[in-house]
């Protein structure tokens, strides 16, 4: 199978649509659906549902899509470890993060490497805990910047604890408080970031043995900040997410003081690409002195 087609049919696959296939490889829409109905007649059955709104794969094409990202990953591999013979001058590095992470410390890690290797394009995939170890199970991502859970199953850097604090609003009872305790926190209505299931939190409250109400959830932290300002409730979460973005939220520290690990997750390091590899190497270096 020619490695192009795979790259187009992914990349259609993940952004549901051949148009935008079509604008990140520089192909007429036309030609993307020549090249995906050629690779249809390869495998011999359809591999995506066309509707008026995108493209979805069919059942089959999903139990391809693992080999075929496997199969761009290698090639990709293969492209850089040739690259890395001749300077490391071209590539591509797929980095999924916390927004936490590429707000405050990707962007002075990413200047030095892109000062030192302006040839490897990087694409950064920002999400909460359950997307990013999904793009790196799906090898949709070389390497990822989150924290630390139990039974991890990758190969772990460790780069930096960041402590847990407590958000309120500053009209809030608490507000005046210096320190408080997760125990008081079971008076309190609790707004839950990552789908309700923020994995930093929960551990967090199992820990404890808490059991604490909450009637709020959304995706992101920031959006979560922005309810508690409203009164809505308060909110757990580590202080790199604060930086830069407290707005009208005071912040308390808990008692005694809880912590997570971040760091850098990769499937299998000896098998990264040599630009993932020169990317950990420059992080481990800068990001444990921000």
Known sequence: ????????????????????AAAQFDYTPSAISHMMMAL????????????????TPTRNAERLIPILRAQC????QFRQMVSEIHGL??????????????CQWLPSVISRFHADYPGIRIEIMEGVWQDLDSYLREN???????????????????????PMVVAVSCSHPLASRSSISLRELEKETLIMPAYGAD??????????DLKIHSSISTIQNYSAMGLVEQGLGVL????LITK???????????????????????????????????FISYAKEIIPKL
């Not at 009208?248 to 040599?274: E, T």
């Open 73 to 76: 990953s290698f090639e990709e």
């Open 199 to 208: 994995l930093d939190v929960e551990n967090l409250l199992r820990s404890r």
């Open 89 to 102: 001058s071209s590539g591509e590095l797929r980095i999924a993060s916390y927004a936490s992470i590429a």
């Open 236 to 239: 757990i979460m580590n202080e």
């Open 40 to 55: 249809e007649s390869e495998v011999g059955f359809p591999l995506l549902i066309r509707t008026k709104s995108g493209v």
């Open 140 to 162: 949709r991502a070389d390497l990822a910047f989150f924290s630390h859970q139990p039974s991890l199953p990758y190969h772990w850097i460790f780069l930096k604890k960041d």
């Open 244 to 278: 830069g973005r407290l707005n009208h939220l005071c912040l308390l520290p808990l008692d005694p003081p809880q912590y997570i690990k971040l760091g850098i997750a990769v499937s299998d390091l000896n098998r990264s690409s040599p630009a993932a590899q020169r």
């Open 1 to 20: 199978m020619d490695i192009i087609k795979a790259k187009v049919f992914l990349h259609a696959v993940d952004s549901g649509s051949l148009a935008n």
